[in-house]
């Protein structure tokens, strides 16, 4: 389907009919997943132990208190803390500004709920609100995403993103119209990619880890691994918040639904599954395992390219994408703490797997548009993609 602008853009994801698939199976995935987290069988292809109702899932409280904490996250990221950095050249040459606090913003945000809970905040209920906060931040996603078509709508051609303005409404409200949603200097997307929903993780996170140990008196071991893993992940990139500027969401992607259902409710909902199971499957972890789980761990620290030069030395030198590779030695290290009784706690490897997969696909083709000749011989040399004589 020919663009506004006059060019061809290939569709991505199967196109309207994958986007309508795609907008319907993920939040049903997510719920699936709260639930059967919880049940007693925790069978990650079995069906969930009920279907909830909606009185399960819609609470003016729960609304409220999910619009409190994005005002919270949004008051944070205006505060006046930390560097401003410039993005990538525009399509008119211009390059937005964009503040770098988000590590201010874990920080003092670990300060507040430190003194909420002091002051007698009930931190540990929050696992029982899981449902219809995540249908909260599910209905924020939708709604959002209406309103963002919508601006874009009215956006000048040279504001819209590669391949979000195809004109099917159903694939551009997907991918998303728009590159730079703002108003003023408040960027939505930037806003939305690493704040609410990382920063939400943790703090469920946290949450199952007190109820845990309300429950049994201490939290696991395994739950404390799971918790230490996943804040070191999201400490570490609010920290090297800049980077983020030069990724495929922020330079290439429109900011629609699947971005906004992404970082707001699939995050911090999915994200911390591994957790959630532990809460209601607890697994017995020895030291010495625990251990050789924390080296597994560190294996994902592998050095990225900061250049624009195609590197051929190195983890470079073995595949294309060794920071994807990292990814899953790292998605694999979260997982174990759970044991291997359960495939539901892998949930999150498969799906990361897939998804890396897919990315690394489109790279391949942003990088051969890029770079051309260069690019071809750079696969000569460095066949493998991720994984070192397998993919």
């Given at each position: 389907?020919?663009?506004?602008?006059?060019?061809?853009?290939?569709?991505?994801?199967?196109?309207?009919?994958?986007?309508?698939?795609?907008?319907?199976?993920?939040?049903?995935?997510?719920?699936?997943?709260?639930?059967?987290?919880?049940?007693?069988?925790?069978?990650?292809?079995?069906?969930?132990?009920?279907?909830?109702?909606?009185?399960v899932?819609?609470?003016?409280?729960?609304?409220?208190?999910?619009?409190?904490?994005?005002?919270?996250?949004?008051?944070?990221?205006?505060?006046?803390?930390?560097?401003?950095?410039?993005?990538?050249?525009?399509?008119?040459?211009?390059?937005l500004?964009?503040?770098?606090?988000?590590?201010?913003?874990?920080?003092?945000?670990?300060?507040?709920?430190g003194?909420?809970?002091?002051?007698?905040?009930?931190?540990?209920?929050?696992?029982?609100?899981?449902?219809?906060?995540?249908?909260?931040?599910?209905?924020?996603?939708?709604?959002?995403?209406?309103?963002?078509?919508?601006?874009?709508?009215?956006?000048?051609?040279?504001?819209?993103?590669?391949?979000?303005?195809?004109?099917?409404?159903?694939?551009?409200?997907?991918?998303?119209?728009?590159?730079n949603?703002?108003?003023?200097?408040?960027d939505?997307?930037?806003?939305?990619?690493?704040?609410?929903?990382?920063?939400?993780?943790?703090?469920?996170?946290?949450?199952?880890?007190?109820?845990?140990?309300?429950?049994?008196?201490?939290?696991?071991?395994?739950m404390?691994?799971?918790?230490?893993?996943?804040?070191?992940?999201v400490?570490?990139?609010?920290?090297?918040?800049?980077?983020?500027?030069t990724?495929?969401?922020?330079?290439?992607?429109?900011f629609?639904?699947?971005?906004?259902?992404?970082?707001?409710?699939?995050?911090?909902?999915?994200?911390?599954?591994?957790?959630?199971?532990?809460?209601?499957?607890?697994?017995?972890l020895?030291?010495?395992?625990?251990?050789?789980?924390?080296?597994?761990?560190?294996?994902?620290?592998?050095?990225?390219?900061?250049?624009?030069?195609?590197?051929?030395?190195?983890?470079?030198?073995?595949?294309?994408?060794?920071?994807?590779?990292g990814?899953?030695?790292?998605?694999?290290?979260?997982?174990?703490p759970?044991?291997?009784?359960?495939?539901?706690?892998?949930?999150?490897l498969?799906?990361?797997?897939?998804?890396?997969?897919?990315?690394?696909?489109?790279?391949?083709?942003?990088?051969?548009?890029?770079?051309?000749?260069?690019?071809?011989?750079?696969?000569?040399?460095?066949p493998?993609?991720?994984?070192?004589?397998v993919y």
């Open positions: 389907m020919a663009s506004p602008q006059g060019s061809r853009a290939p569709l991505e994801f199967g196109g309207p009919l994958g986007a309508a698939v795609l907008m319907l199976l993920l939040p049903a995935t997510m719920f699936h997943l709260l639930l059967v987290a919880r049940s007693g069988p925790a069978r990650l292809l079995g069906p969930p132990p009920y279907l909830p109702g909606p009185e899932l819609w609470s003016p409280q729960m609304l409220l208190l999910w619009f409190t904490w994005l005002g919270l996250q949004a008051a944070l990221y205006l505060l006046p803390a930390g560097k401003v950095a410039e993005g990538q050249e525009l399509k008119d040459k211009s390059r500004r964009y503040p770098i606090n988000g590590f201010q913003a874990l920080v003092l945000t670990a300060l507040l709920v003194l909420a809970v002091s002051a007698g905040l009930p931190l540990g209920a929050l696992p029982e609100m899981l449902l219809p906060l995540a249908f909260a931040a599910t209905l924020t996603a939708f709604i959002f995403s209406l309103l963002l078509y919508l601006k874009a709508l009215v956006a000048p051609a040279s504001a819209l993103a590669p391949g979000g303005n195809s004109g099917n409404p159903i694939y551009d409200f997907f991918l998303g119209r728009e590159l949603p703002r108003i003023w200097s408040f939505f997307k930037y806003f939305c990619e690493l704040r609410p929903g990382l920063i939400g993780w943790v703090l469920i996170n946290l949450a199952l880890l007190m109820q845990e140990a309300e429950l049994r008196g201490s939290p696991s071991l395994a404390w691994l799971v918790n230490g893993f996943q804040l070191l992940y400490g570490d990139a609010l920290w090297h918040e800049e980077a983020v500027l990724t495929m969401d922020i330079t290439h992607d429109g629609g639904f699947m971005l906004a259902f992404g970082d707001l409710a699939w995050v911090p909902f999915t994200y911390s599954l591994q957790a959630q199971f532990l809460l209601h499957h607890p697994q017995p020895g030291l010495p395992m625990a251990s050789v789980i924390c080296v597994i761990n560190g294996l994902e620290t592998i050095p990225t390219a900061t250049g624009r030069q195609l590197l051929v030395s190195g983890w470079w030198g073995m595949v294309r994408h060794p920071n994807y590779l990814d899953l030695i790292m998605a694999l290290a979260w997982s174990l759970c044991g291997v009784s359960h495939l539901l706690p892998y949930f999150y498969l799906y990361f797997t897939a998804l890396l997969v897919h990315r690394e696909a489109r790279d391949e083709q942003q990088c051969l548009r890029k770079y051309g000749l260069a690019w071809h011989e750079y696969c000569r040399r460095v493998y993609r991720i994984l070192p004589y």
